[in-house]
């Protein structure tokens, strides 16, 4: 079992920059892949960026290609998202999830997920 917290959402003026953080408890972290995912209002959650289990590895929504970095630390059982050049249609609850394909994927591929976290980007 993987239990997952996310922090650091919040609200961001267009242009700027926030980092989301996933805390993991279980003994399993390292060996997953992980990921990110959003869900804005009225739409479906959609794959946002994922990283293997050694972070040498990663793959992104072309959406947020150049935009986003995603990094882990297994040490600290964290992984993080950086956020840069944030835009309005970046507004949405985004979640944390754990276990899933190293590639673009869908919310049903996903076997743990955190309870979310709200980002805002206003214009």
């Known amino acids: 079992q993987v239990q997952l917290v996310e922090s650091g959402g919040g609200l961001v003026q267009a242009g700027g920059s926030l980092r989301l953080s996933c805390a993991a408890s279980?003994?399993?972290?390292?060996?997953?892949?992980m990921g990110w995912f959003r869900q804005a209002p009225g739409k479906e959650r959609e794959f946002v960026a994922a990283i293997s289990w050694s972070g040498g590895g990663t793959s992104y929504a072309d959406s947020v290609k150049g935009r986003f970095t995603i990094s882990r630390d297994n040490a600290k059982n964290t992984v993080y998202l950086q956020m840069n050049s944030l835009k309005p249609e970046d507004t949405a609850v985004y979640y944390c999830a754990a276990r899933l394909p190293l590639r673009v994927s869908k919310p049903d591929e996903v076997n743990y997920w955190g309870q979310g976290t709200q980002v805002t980007v206003s214009s």
């Open positions: 279980g003994r399993s972290f390292s060996r997953y892949t």
